[in-house]
């Protein structure tokens, strides 16, 4: 928590983030948890995802809290196009939207309108979207949203988060829409009287969580990198004799590859998500705080970095 607490508060730091941003791409090592800046590079990693050993994808265009209309549409917009892409590759995927990103600040309503008109479009390609969550701040009027929009399209799933404590209420109001919910534990920096602060807890919630998704009527999505999760996980599938079209594991492109190829090599359905972008450094700074072995990858990057520049200005 120590750690995770320090990467929070680097991540408000301009001069921190700045440089991270200048150098991630330039340098790699962001590329180990975006896929790149631009669409294509995203097809491009989604494809050979695909090869390797049929995984599924979620594209997720990186950028949050827009301030107009007009940035609202343009988001919108991409996100049409990143479900055409898809449909035009003939990749197994999907899209990952932030409402936040589509003017949840500006008017509800208006980001209601763009919501529907995106899932109305993957449906009519037969394709699925997912509604990212996001702080607390926003998980009512997520909620109010999603469940309009789910009303209308069956095609609309969303993310629920472990750690917060009214998740498991919110499971309650969910349930008779029988929808699709991928269960994280939670990425956003939150406080102790929303959200549970120890790992224990947070753990214990989890399978709290995801014994009520395999019991009631949803089709959840396992989104996890914590083997002891995907151990229990496991367990439960198998004991309620779950077969592989009632349910997905998720995880985070570049994120414990290790434990990706492994779910595969049993035949467990794996659905990678796939972020891109040019705003990409919020998004980068949550993926370090989650596992302290995230931010030395960095900083060896980082080091790597310092020691050619010294390398090239030293006089010969």
Known sequence: MLIRNFIFWLSTKKSVTSRIARRGMQYGFARRFVA????????????????????????????????????????????????????????????SIKLTQLGLDIRPSFCLELTREIAAAARALGRTIEIDMEGSAYTEATLEIFEQTRRDHDNVGLAVQAYLYRTERDLERLRPLRPKLRLVKGAYR?????????????????????????????????????????????????????TPDRYEFQMIYGVRRDLQAELRRQNHPLRIYVPFGTDWCPYFMRRLSERPANCWFVLRNLLAESLRGRNTTRPS
Do not use: W
């Not at 998704?213 to 198998?238: E, N, S, V």
């Open 36 to 95: 790149g800046e631009t669409l294509a590079e995203a097809l491009a990693a989604s494809q050979q995802l695909a090869r390797e050993d049929g995984r599924r994808v979620s594209l997720n265009h990186l950028g949050e809290n827009v301030h107009t209309e007009a940035e609202a549409r343009r988001a919108c917009e991409s996100y049409l196009e990143m479900t055409r892409q898809l449909e035009a590759a003939g990749l197994d995927g999907n899209i």
């Open 190 to 242: 939150e406080p102790k009287t929303v959200a549970f602060q120890k790992k224990g807890d947070m753990d214990a919630n989890y399978r709290r969580l995801l014994d009520k998704l395999l019991d009631g009527g949803f089709f959840p999505a396992i989104a996890t990198h914590d083997p002891a999760m995907l151990d229990y996980a496991r367990a439960q599938l198998q004991a309620r004799g779950f």
